[in-house]
């Protein structure tokens, strides 16, 4: 079981960025994603989920509205898409997998990560 994020960078305040997790050694579809971040100094909060099942998604209120989460099945990838970038959104991102759909996001309930991705907002 593995999982691969990548799409991370450097973007200037405003900017977008798609993140990518692909799956390996198991079907994303049978899987609730989620996406958390890490800043320096600060504990991993949960930022959104999916349901590939059913479609459910959950946002944190910080990124509601700017964030969605996609997945593609046939391509066993879960996106996703960053708009207007704030550097309070510099963090290292990570992709996780769990069994079921739980909201709010709970790092213990998830039993499957990826190492991570940097993503860096500043001008």
């Known amino acids: 079981v593995q999982l691969v994020e990548s799409g991370g960078g450097l973007v200037q305040p405003g900017g977008s960025l798609r993140l990518s997790c692909a799956a390996s050694?198991?079907?994303?579809?049978?899987?609730?994603i989620g996406w958390f971040r890490q800043a320096p100094g600060k504990e991993r909060e949960g930022v959104s989920c999916?349901?590939?099942?059913?479609?459910?998604?959950y946002y944190t209120d910080s990124v509601n509205g700017r964030f969605t989460i996609s997945s593609d099945n046939a391509k066993n990838t879960v996106y996703l898409q960053m708009i207007s970038l704030k550097p309070e959104d510099t963090a290292v991102y990570y992709c996780?997998?769990?069994?079921?759909?739980?909201?709010?996001?709970?790092?213990?309930?998830?039993?499957?990560w990826g190492r991570g991705t940097q993503v860096t907002v500043s001008s």
């Open positions: 996780a997998a769990q069994e079921y759909y739980s909201v709010p996001m709970r790092e213990f309930e998830y039993d499957y």
């Open positions: 050694g198991f079907t994303l579809a049978n899987y609730v």
């Open positions: 999916i349901s590939s099942s059913d479609g459910s998604t």
